[in-house]
């Protein structure tokens, strides 16, 4: 199958050890944040959002951390699975409402 | 699980040749999204319509590229003529609002040869 991480930052984890993504962002009008999941050849997969009146947002063995004062995403993910193995992006909207995605990070689980 | 269809989900067309892309959000939503992904990239935004308005074509090649949702539900976007640079993933995406979770399709594999 075709690979959406070529020229992408790796993060090879072992199995059950924790992943920790960082994104980082310029535009400090930014409200709103999303992290997705790609697989090869899938469209992306929402996995959790927070908003900019918030520092911590906690899913199923997610986390996404933000920092507004260096624009700073993080999204970390506890017990890695294999089926974690994807690229991950952060997005971001502004006052202008577009919905703009961020470079992406291949993470890559060692079984 | 109610989801974002898109069809074809591959295509290979000539360069100078029309395509067109289809694209049925989830059903209530007002805002639809279309994105161009080229391998190893992440999503750029196309279009973005709330209901049948377009809101955001800035990044849209006016030149060959058109998008419409008539009614407000479901929408196509065409490419006439297309270029070899025009190959790429083709990602619609839905959401209740702007600034709520866009959830995407599966895409359409455009190759342009």
């Known amino acids: 199958g075709e690979s959406v991480g070529l020229h992408l930052p790796t993060l090879s984890v072992q199995e059950g050890d924790n992943s920790i993504i960082n994104c980082a962002y310029s535009?400090?009008?930014?409200?709103?944040f999303i992290w997705y999941k790609q697989e090869s050849g899938k469209g992306p997969q929402f996995i959790i959002d927070?908003?900019?009146?918030?520092d911590k947002r906690q899913g199923q063995r997610v986390t996404v951390l933000l920092n507004k004062t260096v624009k700073h995403l993080s999204l970390q993910i506890a017990a890695t699975q294999p089926g974690d193995s994807a690229v991950y992006f952060c997005?971001?909207?502004?006052?202008?409402?577009?919905?703009?995605f961020g470079k992406g990070n291949q993470v890559v689980v060692i079984p | 699980e109610a989801e974002v269809a898109q069809s074809p989900r591959y295509k290979i067309t000539e360069k100078s040749q029309a395509v067109a892309f289809w694209c049925d959000p989830i059903?209530?939503?007002?805002?639809l999204y279309w994105y161009r992904q080229i391998l190893g990239q992440g999503p750029e935004l196309l279009v973005q319509?709330?209901?049948?308005?377009?809101?955001?074509d800035s990044q849209l090649p006016k030149d060959r590229f058109s998008a419409e949702r008539l009614k407000g539900v479901d929408s196509t976007l065409k490419i006439q003529p297309a270029e070899l640079g025009d190959s790429a993933m083709y990602l619609c995406?839905?959401?209740?609002?702007?600034?709520?979770?866009?959830?995407f399709g599966q895409g359409t594999r455009l190759t342009v040869v």
């Open positions: 927070i908003r900019s009146n918030m």
């Open positions: 997005a971001e909207t502004s006052g202008n409402n577009r919905l703009a």
């Open positions: 319509f709330q209901d049948e308005s377009v809101v955001d």
């Open positions: 059903s209530g939503h007002a805002t």
């Open positions: 535009n400090s009008a930014s409200d709103y």
């Open positions: 995406a839905s959401s209740l609002a702007v600034n709520t979770e866009a959830f």
